[in-house]
């Protein structure tokens, strides 16, 4: 049961461990807590107790600068990977904050973003991310190669996702993601051609049924944490319900 918080850190503001509207969260293999600090336009790291360890990035649009990032990953190499949203791609750092490599920019083709969101990296390092506006989810290798979209480029069936926002692998290489103004949850299997999606839940306000959704996160212990935003909660243990409830 969530009793509260542990405890807090962070301010407001453009000093070490002050934030201005902080969106993306993940931790690494270390323990140490990773931020995207929106609009400050850098990351932050944090020890596992709250203190500031470093940062790097600043506002632009050269390698290692960034508008506005939101979700923010690290990979099975520790290495840092962010969706640079504003910016329309993705960048990959090491884990003290060097910049590795860049893809993507500005379109509708595959490769390209319209305002990526949410990212996250499989066991083989492959990075899915939420391409937003784009209402679609692709999928790159660790070097930053194209190699599939889930989602419709049809203006007529773009709502199959409208808007994806959080996503992260389960356990059996599934993608779960939040589609934002379907007020759903996503179940997409990448292996099948064309991909294979589910679906769990609708808009509403009781357990189970979201309005808006967007972080999402699978814990150690296979619970599924879900950011129901305009319920302004956090809904917790899907895991059940994915085997109950899913629509083909």
């Not at 050269?62 to 979700?71: I, L, Q, S, T, W």
């Not at 589609?179 to 808009?203: M, V, Y």
Request: charged share 25%; with cysteine; aromatic share 10%.
């Amino acid at each position: 049961m969530i009793k509260g918080p542990r405890f807090s850190f962070g301010r407001e503001g453009t000093g070490d461990g002050e934030f201005s509207r902080p969106w993306g969260i993940c931790c690494d293999h270390k323990g140490r807590i990773i931020l995207a600090d929106r609009s400050n336009n850098r990351i932050q790291l944090f020890n596992k107790d709250g203190t500031f360890f470093s940062k790097f990035g600043t506002s632009g649009t050269g390698p290692g600068e960034f508008d506005r990032p939101a979700g923010v990953t690290v990979n099975t190499h520790n290495q840092i990977v962010v969706a640079d949203k504003d910016n329309h791609r993705i960048q990959v750092f090491t884990e003290e904050g060097y910049f590795l490599l860049k893809f993507g920019e500005r379109g509708r083709a595959a490769g390209s973003f319209y305002y990526p969101w949410g990212v996250t990296c499989n066991s083989n390092n492959d990075i899915a991310v939420s391409d937003t506006r784009n209402h679609r989810i692709q999928i790159f290798n660790e070097k930053g190669q194209f190699l599939r979209k889930c989602g419709f480029d049809s203006t007529f069936l773009y709502k199959h996702l409208d808007s994806p926002r959080g996503v992260c692998y389960l356990p059996d290489g599934d993608l779960l993601v939040t589609d934002f103004n379907n007020h759903r949850l996503a179940i997409i299997n990448t292996t099948k051609n064309p991909p294979e999606l589910r679906c769990i839940g609708s808009e509403g306000e009781q357990p189970g049924l979201f309005h808006r959704p967007q972080g999402v996160i699978l814990d150690p212990e296979g619970h599924i944490l879900v950011v129901d935003s305009r319920n302004n909660r956090i809904q917790v243990e899907f895991g059940e319900t994915i085997a109950l409830s899913s629509l083909s």
